[in-house]
C-alpha cells in the first residue's frame, strides 16, 4: 500500500516556477516508477512526466525542456519543477506511483489528491 500527498501548488505568473513535492508512504515506493499527471476543467487527464524507480524519464511533449521530474528514494519522495510556466499549464496535478507501464497508462492504482496550478497571463 502506498499513499501519496502532492503540495507546492499554487498561483504564479507566465514565465514564473514552481516546484511541486509528491509525499509517499510505503515500503515499496522505492521499486515503483512514479508520475505526474494534470487535469484542467472539461479535460481528460493527461500525463506530465514519468520517472523509474532508478531514474529514468520521460517526458510529455508540451512540458520537455521546461518540467524536470526527480525522485529521492531515501526520502520517499517525488518532484517536479516546472520553470517557464505558461497559461496552458494551469490545472490539477496529480503524482501516482505503481509499476511503470501501469504510471505510463494511468493506470495506478495509487494516487494523491491533486494540487492546483495556476499561471495568469
Known amino acids: 500500500q502506498v499513499q501519496l500527498v502532492e503540495s507546492g501548488g499554487g498561483l504564479v505568473q507566465a514565465g514564473g516556477s514552481l516546484r511541486l513535492s509528491c509525499a509517499a508512504s510505503?515500503?515499496?515506493?522505492?521499486?515503483?516508477?512514479m508520475g505526474w499527471f494534470r487535469q484542467a476543467p472539461g479535460k481528460q487527464r493527461e500525463l506530465v512526466a514519468t520517472i523509474t524507480s532508478s531514474g529514468g524519464t520521460i517526458y510529455a511533449d508540451p512540458v520537455k525542456g521546461r518540467f524536470t521530474i526527480s525522485r529521492d528514494n531515501a526520502k520517499n519522495m517525488g518532484y517536479l519543477q516546472m520553470n517557464s510556466l505558461k497559461p496552458e499549464d494551469s490545472a490539477v496535478y496529480y503524482c501516482?506511483?505503481?509499476?511503470?507501464?501501469?504510471?505510463?497508462?494511468?493506470?495506478?492504482?495509487?494516487w494523491g489528491q491533486g494540487t492546483q496550478v495556476t499561471v495568469s497571463s
Open positions: 510505503g515500503r515499496t515506493f522505492t521499486s515503483y516508477a
Open positions: 501516482a506511483a505503481g509499476p511503470f507501464y501501469r504510471v505510463l497508462r494511468g493506470t495506478s492504482d495509487y
